[in-house]
Nanobody, 121 residues
Framework: QVQLVESGGGLVQAGGSLRLSCAAS????????MGWFRQAPGKERDFVAA????????VYGDSVKGRFTISKDNAKNTVNLQMNSLKPEDTAVYYC??????????????WGQGTQVTVSS
């Protein structure tokens, strides 16, 4: 059993920055891929970013490339998402996911409860 808890969400103005963190607990190990997804009301859960267990490979959704950066700290069992140049369309509940790889949420086994990010125009 792996528990994921997101933090760092909130309200920010367009053009601002926000840093999300995800802390993993329970039965975890260093060799775990992690990712971020987001879901807005009435929308599907979309891929944001993913990072390999060794932090060598990082991929991003087209809508966030150049603005978001994913990072991972294996010693602390955390994954972070630095979000810059935020846009109103970034408004969504952001979910941390673990033990998967790819752009589809069905590829991931573990999920956090989500943290709300609201970007005002």
């Amino acid at each position: 059993q792996v528990q994921l808890v997101e933090s760092g969400g909130g309200l920010v103005q367009a053009g601002g920055s926000l840093r999300l963190s995800c802390a993993a607990s329970g039965r975890t190990d260093s060799s775990i891929n992690m990712g971020w997804f987001r879901q807005a009301p009435g929308k599907e859960r979309d891929f944001v970013a993913a990072i390999s267990w060794n932090s060598i490979s990082r991929v991003y959704g087209d809508s966030v490339k150049g603005r978001f950066t994913i990072s991972k700290d294996n010693a602390k069992n955390t994954v972070n998402l630095q979000m810059n140049s935020l846009k109103p369309e970034d408004t969504a509940v952001y979910y941390c996911a673990a033990s998967g790889w790819g752009i589809s949420p069905i590829e991931y086994k573990y999920w956090g409860q989500g943290t709300q990010v609201t970007v005002s125009s």
